[in-house]
């Protein structure tokens, strides 16, 4: 059994950009509007967002069993179980071949009804996602290109 948990550093830098973010919106809305009463309350949304989002829904844990099954869990709680072998894992959506070099999502696509989904592994130390993207068959591996010999009329 093998666990990824979220990293309290990553988590620390984004809270930063988030306290950021609030203060970056507090001052434009005050700006424009002349009121503080609302440059408290944008102010408040985006903190209230950051929050939300980094100590919530990205501190999650992934934990890949013997039985081939991924087990994403979120305080300890398994918000989701999916067995490896009936997904198709990649690190790129099915609608897009290119990635931004910030992204670090797992994207997969159920084998019987094609639907996609993706786990957002941003909270995730760089080399656990790329070791997680191995694991799951996700990374393309450094083979040689198959030649296909063609015929010249």
């Known amino acids: ?19 950021f973010a609030t203060w970056f919106v507090y001052n434009l809305v005050g700006k424009l509007t002349h009121s503080l009463l609302f440059a408290i309350i944008a102010g408040f949304i985006v903190l209230t967002f950051f929050v939300y989002k980094v100590f919530y829904m990205d501190f999650i ?6 039985d081939k099954k991924l087990l994403i869990k979120r305080f300890g709680k398994i918000i989701k179980a999916l067995c490896i072998d009936s997904y198709i ?5 099915k609608y897009s071949n290119k990635k931004d070099a910030d992204d ?7 084998k019987e009804t094609g639907q996609e989904a993706s786990i ?10 790329e070791e997680l993207l191995t694991v799951l068959g996700a990374k393309n591996q450094n083979t040689e290109p198959v030649k296909v010999e063609t015929i010249k009329k």
């Open 61 to 66: 844990t992934i934990i890949l069993t013997e």
């Open 1 to 19: 059994m093998k666990e990824y948990k979220s990293k309290f550093t990553t988590m620390i830098v984004q809270s930063l950009l988030g306290l």
């Open 120 to 129: 957002d592994c941003t909270n995730l130390n760089s080399d656990d996602y």
């Open 89 to 93: 894992w990649s690190e790129y959506s």
């Open 104 to 110: 670090q999502d797992i994207y997969y696509v159920n």
